[in-house]
Structures are given as C-alpha cells and as structure tokens.
C-alpha cells in the first residue's frame, strides 16, 4: 500500500518569507513524488516531481522540493512566498512499477500568504 | 494550454436523474484515465481506472452500477452518475497520463462541481 501525509491543515506565511508546505510517504520500493497546485474550483496543476536522481528538483513558479530517502520525506518549498501562493497543495506518491499511474494523494495543505 | 478538458464545468440537477461527465485527451491519446472525487477541503480519492476497450477497474467501495464509466476511444473517457441523489454532490475530476521529453506526466481536467438537488 501507499500513502501519504501532510501533517499541516494550513500554513501561513508572510510576503516575501520562506515557504515550506511538508510531506512524508510510505510506498514500496522507490517511490515517484509529485507536488500539484489547486485553485478554488479547479482542477489541479502539476508543479513538479521527483523520480529518479538529484535530490534537490526544481519546478513551477519559483517552488522546489527536496527527496529525503532516509526520512521518506518531500517537502516543498519556496524562497520567498506570494500572495498569489496563496493555494491548495497536494503532495502525492506512486510506485515506480511501469504503466502504473495511480497516485495516493495527501489530505492537502491549505496555504495563506498574507501581504 | 489545457492538455486535459473536461465537461461540464458545473452541474445541477435533480435528485433522481443521471447526469454524465466528459473528459478528453487534448493532442495525445489516453489508453488510461483516473476519475476521483473530491469533497470541500478534503484530498482526492481515486473512484475508478478507465480502461479504453475493457472494463473500468474500480476502487473498493466505489458502487460500479452508480457511477458508470465508458472509455469511448483513445481521448475520452465518460463518467455517468446514476440516480443521482444529494450525497453524490460533490467535486469530480479526471486525469490523464502523457508520456513526454520530461518523461510522465499526469495531466487533470478542470474538475466538474456536481450538486444535486
């Protein structure tokens, strides 16, 4: 089984202040991590992904996460938020067996960014 | 630009009647496409695989006869809610995999607000 846990309902940041929104795993074997970004109704938008080498990956609009093998971690970050930051994140794993797409996705992570 | 439609964006109907989901594969095709369902402020959960030319492949506890789900061709998967009742109101969305330069991605639709009266 897979699954996935954001431990924070919401986070709130001022303007211009790091950004962390956190995530831990469980998969067997190695896991594919992916962080999406989503807007009041609507659907949801990709911002990046781990599968395979650097630790450190880089992704849409200034975000970044770090894969953490020993912590089975993938927290996501950004240097300095936005108010328009201010969204639903996802984070979601999968196993890295070919042809299977099914992702187990956190409860979500509410985040504000006030100006 | 979207690379994932889905339609309707927005949805009311009575309780009683079915209302059906459309969701395309813009410029690729989709032999596989994921239905989930979402309630406010909650995660998505998976209701279903769509499989093109074989049955969808349903999670546990997801009733096979309310929500039916046809993979017409290669971009467009439906979902048809049967019966719709007051507890089926909720946010659904599809998603699509595409393998590209970047290796795969996957891809969702806008997501459909179905609320049933």
């Known amino acids: 089984a897979q699954s996935v846990a954001q431990p924070e309902d919401q986070v709130n940041v001022a303007e211009g202040n790091p950004l962390t929104v956190k995530c831990t795993y469980s998969?067997?074997?190695?896991?594919?991590l992916f962080w999406y970004v989503q807007y009041p109704n609507r659907g949801l938008q990709f911002l990046l992904k781990y599968i395979t080498g650097d630790n450190l990956v880089k992704g849409s609009y200034g975000f970044e996460a770090e894969f953490n093998k020993s912590q089975t971690s993938f927290h996501l970050k950004k240097p300095s938020a936005l108010v328009s930051d201010s969204a639903l994140y996802f984070c979601?794993?999968?196993?890295?067996?070919?042809?299977?797409?099914?992702?187990?996705f956190g409860a979500g992570t509410t985040v504000t960014v006030r100006a | 630009g979207a690379v994932v439609s889905q339609h309707p964006s927005r949805v009311i109907c009575k309780s009683g009647t079915s209302v059906k989901i459309e969701c395309r594969s813009l410029d690729f095709q989709a032999t596989t496409m994921f239905w989930y369902r979402q309630f406010p402020k909650q995660s998505l959960m998976l209701m279903a695989t769509?499989?093109?030319?074989?049955?969808?492949?349903?999670e546990q506890g997801v009733e096979k006869d309310k929500f039916l789900i046809n993979h017409a061709s290669l971009t467009l998967s439906t979902l048809t809610v049967t019966s719709a009742h007051p507890e089926d109101s909720s946010f659904y969305i599809c998603?699509?995999?595409?393998?590209?330069?970047?290796?795969?991605?996957?891809?969702f639709g806008s997501g459909t607000q179905l609320s049933v009266l």
């Open positions: 998603s699509a995999p595409r393998q590209g330069a970047e290796g795969e991605k996957l891809f």
């Open positions: 979601a794993v999968r196993g890295s067996r070919s042809n299977d797409y099914k992702l187990s």
């Open positions: 998969v067997s074997g190695n896991p594919y």
């Open positions: 769509s499989n093109e030319g074989s049955k969808a492949t349903y």
